[in-house]
């Protein structure tokens, strides 16, 4: 969550907000996947911190779109995308937290972060193939949002 405001430097003037984000978005990928790492090594994993790991990591992508996005080097659609589909994952999270249900994050969700990290770092070393692997991502996105989807309506109908 620290480095969430940071984003907000890519809008500015200064001369090194490129090198500035690209050293931000790289320890925000480094630290979100050592802490999880860490915490399952440790055996001191829970569910309060995986969803403050959950809600850290989207603040901090999010911004990130949201900046690119307002600066015209990714197009908004591509950010809108990605943003209602967190919102929605996020309200079936605390849905099923509510009825005392956890829906672990899958693998295909945790690829889709490490490649729209891979996007974000591709866009600010300014190389041409970056909106791929965004795009990728993307698609991912999409992938995992049915995925949740889907193991969401089953905690549903059992409900029932």
């Known amino acids: 969550m620290i480095f969430t405001p940071l984003t907000l430097v890519y809008l500015t003037d200064w001369e090194h907000k490129e090198v500035f984000l690209l050293i931000t978005v790289i320890i925000a990928g480094i630290t979100d996947f050592l802490d999880g790492y860490v915490a399952r090594a440790e055996g001191k994993t829970s569910y309060l911190g ?62 889709k972060t490490a490649i729209l990290f891979a996007g974000m770092i591709a866009l600010l070393l300014d190389l041409p193939f970056y909106m791929w692997i965004i795009y990728l991502s993307l698609i991912l996105t999409v992938v995992s949002f049915i995925d949740y989807f889907l193991k969401f309506r089953l905690v549903i109908l059992a409900e029932k």
């Open 50 to 111: 995986a969803v403050h790991d959950f809600t850290a990591d989207k603040l901090f992508v999010l911004s990130a779109l949201l900046v690119f996005s307002v600066a015209g080097v990714i197009p908004c659609w591509v950010t809108f995308v990605i943003l209602y589909r967190e919102i929605i994952v996020m309200g079936m999270r605390i849905y099923t937290s509510f009825h005392k249900k956890e829906i672990k994050a899958t693998i295909v969700g945790k690829y």
